[in-house]
């Protein structure tokens, strides 16, 4: 089955690439953009048919390689 | 002195490294990091360079190499393990030292000659050099220094900081930060301060006629403190 994951900055760790696409939203006259959060997106097959089993096999996988977990917070859709 | 360099796909500055290590006395070999077992030594170095192109996250994949295993049991059994660079960020990738490297904080890539200061001299890595601020080059996209509250005050605590980016009076404030790091921090031990990572480069650092001979000086200490 297939597992997705998002990968994004805890909130208040600084985010020089998001703040960049912030400013040029702002400057393509998206004035309203308030703030851009930017993070990873990962499709993840895996050979198991328990949809349990799948996923927590996938949190073994955020916590040790996805995510680093000083900066990134992990969520399984 | 035996010394190793771990060889990545994508480390660049490993050959430096192996001419700085046998410039100043070390008998150096280089390890493929796909090997089970590091020859005896008795200093690693993780050189710098893009290691598995930088993806997922700089260092990332190169802390999960075959090679890593025996580099955190030499490391766990008190061995000295030196990080420069990319090598810095894989040491924190493995969990050996605290913190993780962020993209620069203004998303250029920085290239250039630095001031250091030197924070802590007890440890073999500083230990009988005369100079408190040493002049050494960075080259990196990813060097932005950053841990948690709580991480900070246990690396201050104790004594953990290594070097912090300075000018060459040695004021190490946000003027003198050239990636945002936090407390312009630009190399940490771990605890017992056999491992050290840093982001400045000393082996591009031993030549008076092309560079500054401030490398030197850190390799000409650490060989003679071993």
């Known amino acids: ?77 | 002195m035996k010394s190793s360099v771990i060889i990545f796909p994508g480390s660049n500055c490993d050959r430096d490294m192996d001419v700085a290590l046998k410039k100043f006395g070390f008998e150096n070999q280089m390890v493929w990091h796909n090997d089970d077992e590091i020859p005896k030594s008795d200093l690693i170095v993780l050189p710098g360079g893009f290691s598995y192109g930088d993806y997922l996250r700089c260092g990332s994949i190169a802390g999960k190499s075959r090679i890593i295993k025996s580099v955190i049991d030499f490391a766990n059994s008190g061995g000295l393990v030196l990080g420069i660079c990319n090598g810095f960020q894989i040491l924190t990738e493995t969990g050996l030292l605290p913190g993780i490297l962020q993209q620069n904080k203004y998303l250029n890539f920085i290239c250039k000659n630095v001031f250091v200061k030197i924070k802590n001299k007890e440890n073999k890595y500083f230990k009988n050099i005369k100079k408190e601020v040493l002049e050494l080059h960075i080259a990196h996209n990813e060097g932005n220094y950053f841990c948690s509250n709580d991480e900070l005050k246990s690396i201050q605590d104790n004594g953990q900081i290594a070097v912090t980016y300075c000018d060459d009076k040695g004021n190490d404030d946000e003027n003198n930060n050239p990636n945002g790091a936090i407390k312009n921090i630009a190399g940490i031990f771990n605890k017992n301060k056999n491992i050290l990572g840093m982001m400045p480069h000393p082996e591009r650092m031993i030549d008076p006629f092309l560079s500054g001979e401030d490398g030197s000086l850190f390799f000409e200490n650490l060989i003679g403190s071993m």
């Open chain 1, 1 to 77: 089955m297939k597992v997705k994951v998002i990968v994004t900055l805890k909130n208040g760790v600084l985010d020089p690439q998001g703040k960049a696409i912030q400013q040029t939203l702002n400057g393509m006259t998206f004035d309203n953009v308030l703030e851009v959060r930017q993070g990873k997106y990962f499709d993840i097959e895996v050979n198991e048919n328990d949809e349990n089993k799948a996923k927590s096999q996938v949190e073994e996988m955020c916590k040790k390689l996805l995510a680093n977990l000083v900066i990134e917070d992990y969520k399984i859709l």
